[in-house]
């Protein structure tokens, strides 16, 4: 099974923010934050999928959300790239 990190953006309209997150499913995920009932951070606003990046393992993939969430200053390059 493939296992996501993914960094989320606002849309254009919405106040600026990110969101870093893991899921199995990136859909299904999305969808979840666009209808409120993703992270308690994220109800209210409307997203889109800017970053992705595909693990084999679960442990790997926690271990670099993880470090994204806590390395602003990564989380920011990866979304300048991203523009």
């Known amino acids: 099974m493939a296992h ?3 960094i989320l953006k606002t849309l254009d309209g919405y106040f600026d923010k990110s969101y870093v997150g893991y899921t199995t ?3 299904n995920r999305l969808n979840k934050h666009n209808s409120s009932k993703g992270a308690k951070s994220t109800r209210g606003y409307k997203w889109k999928v800017v970053y992705k990046k595909r693990f084999n393992s679960k442990s790997k993939a926690m271990a670099f959300e993880y470090l994204l969430k806590k390395d602003r200053k990564k989380r920011l390059s990866i979304l300048k790239e991203a523009k």
Do not use: A, C
């Open 4 to 6: 996501y990190v993914y």
């Open 25 to 27: 499913n990136i859909i």
